[in-house]
């Protein structure tokens, strides 16, 4: 079992970067697939990146490769999503997830959540 705490978000501009932390508890978490989906105002929740076990495959979003960066430290039972060049479409609430299995845009079921952070990007 993972508990999942996220942090980061807020207010920003257009341009402006952020980052997003995803702290998780207990002493798995270095087994656990990690990902960030978010979810925008009237809109279904849309998958954002993911990170392997050990950081070295990631998978993202076409429209965030270039802009959004994931990584993780499992020193820290940390995940991370380093947000760049922000645009207010990019506002909604970003969730971690955690999966035993790898998590894609793809993947159905994710047992383990976060309760989200909010981020938004004015213009």
């Known amino acids: 079992q993972v508990q999942l705490v996220e942090s980061g978000g807020g207010l920003a501009q257009a341009g402006d970067s952020m980052r997003l932390s995803c702290a998780a508890s207990?002493?798995?978490?270095?087994?656990?697939?990690m990902g960030w989906f978010r979810q925008a105002p009237g809109k279904e929740r849309e998958f954002v990146s993911s990170i392997s076990v050990s950081g070295g495959t990631k998978y993202y979003v076409d429209s965030f490769k270039g802009r959004f960066t994931i990584s993780r430290d499992n020193a820290k039972n940390t995940v991370y999503l380093q947000m760049n060049s922000l645009q207010p479409e990019d506002t909604a609430v970003y969730y971690c997830?955690?999966?035993?299995?790898?998590?894609?845009?793809?993947?159905?079921?994710?047992?383990?959540w976060g309760q989200g952070t909010q981020v938004t990007v004015s213009s």
């Open positions: 207990g002493r798995t978490f270095s087994s656990y697939f």
């Open positions: 997830a955690a999966s035993k299995g790898a998590i894609t845009s793809a993947t159905m079921q994710i047992p383990h």
